[in-house]
């Protein structure tokens, strides 16, 4: 799996339809129409996102890893 840092991951969710709902500090929050859910995603500069973490915000997104 590619590492993607804060920054990266913003805008792919962004691409695929997710929308800044608010920032909290360093942590920005998605949205999307017809969903019940929101992603949080820590942005920290171009630091890269933790595997676990990254697997996560993929997966409540729909984002596979041979879309990256």
Do not use: Y
């Amino acid at each position: 799996m590619k590492t993607l840092s804060g920054k990266q991951m913003c805008r792919i969710l962004e691409e695929r339809g997710w929308s800044l709902a608010r920032i909290i500090g360093s942590h920005h929050i998605f949205i999307k129409s017809g969903h019940n859910l929101r992603i949080t995603v820590p942005v920290h500069g171009n630091r890269d996102l933790k595997h676990g973490l990254q697997k996560s915000i993929m997966r409540l997104a729909g984002i596979l890893d041979e879309e990256l």
